[in-house]
């Protein structure tokens, strides 16, 4: 699912993309536009989706997008380290579906039926010139969506939430959850590494060789051995 954001300026348009996540017992539903699949905004899109839903479950079953999964697996999937830092913070265990076996998350492929019949259609000829405002009305239609009657059950998507799932979830962590990137880089012979564009030096033993590097907004880490935590 996209929605084309248009540029005041030049005219152009992007498609941006939407984030949908179901809960299990209630249908409750998060939703929201997002500028890419990049694994910060994926990432950032998880974290908003638990605060708005005020705790944290105990599995979360995502897509196998490459930003979230390295290896799809249904047993023994790799996550991106980035990823899988998100998961250990929250305390949540990452269950990604197996590739084209919809019925693995059927929650939320109804959910993004849903979201696409009666949110999404109603807005399908406006004209957004940011995210931030597409986002705005999604959020507005998406509280209309969660309060609506169901029509074969009793309840809401909402009261069903607060009945149900709400109490099932686990607290959210007391410290902030910090965003992160993981890189690939090799010393060079002057025993420094270049990333995005800036050079790092290493001890100078490590000359030619393969380092990972963990990139947060203020801390730029590099492990020789990130399974032995050489660092």
């Not at 536009?33 to 839903?53: C, G, K, N, Y």
């Not at 993981?182 to 420094?192: E, L, M, P, S």
């Not at 880490?221 to 399974?227: N, Q």
Request: proline share 6%.
């Amino acid at each position: 699912m996209t929605i084309p954001i248009t540029d005041a300026s030049s005219g152009e348009i992007t498609q941006a993309q939407v984030f949908v996540g179901v809960l299990g017992a209630s249908n409750y539903t998060y939703c929201e536009v997002t500028a890419s699949q990049t694994i910060p905004d994926w990432l950032r899109s998880h974290h908003r989706m638990l605060e708005f839903f005020g705790g944290t479950p105990e599995i979360i079953v995502p897509d196998n997008l490459k930003s979230g999964v390295k290896s799809a697996c249904y047993f023994e999937p790799e996550l991106n380290p980035a990823y899988a830092e998100f998961a250990q913070h929250y305390g949540v265990a990452i269950l990604p579906t197996r590739v084209r076996k919809p019925r693995d998350k059927a929650k939320v492929e109804a959910g993004v039926r849903f979201i696409e019949e009666q949110i999404l259609a109603a807005l399908r000829n406006r004209t957004f010139f940011s995210v931030r405002e597409a986002n705005d009305e999604v959020q507005d239609r998406l509280t209309a969506f969660n309060a609506k009657a169901f029509q074969k059950l009793e309840g809401s998507r909402k009261s069903v939430f607060e009945a149900v799932d709400k109490p099932a979830l686990k607290p959210l962590p007391l410290e902030p959850y910090v965003i992160s990137q993981w890189k690939k880089a090799r010393v060079g012979t002057d025993y420094h590494i270049e990333v995005e564009k800036h050079y790092y030096s290493v001890p100078y033993e490590h000359a030619g060789k393969q380092v990972e590097v963990r990139l947060t907004t203020n801390v730029l880490e590099v492990y020789l051995d990130r399974g032995g935590q050489a660092r």
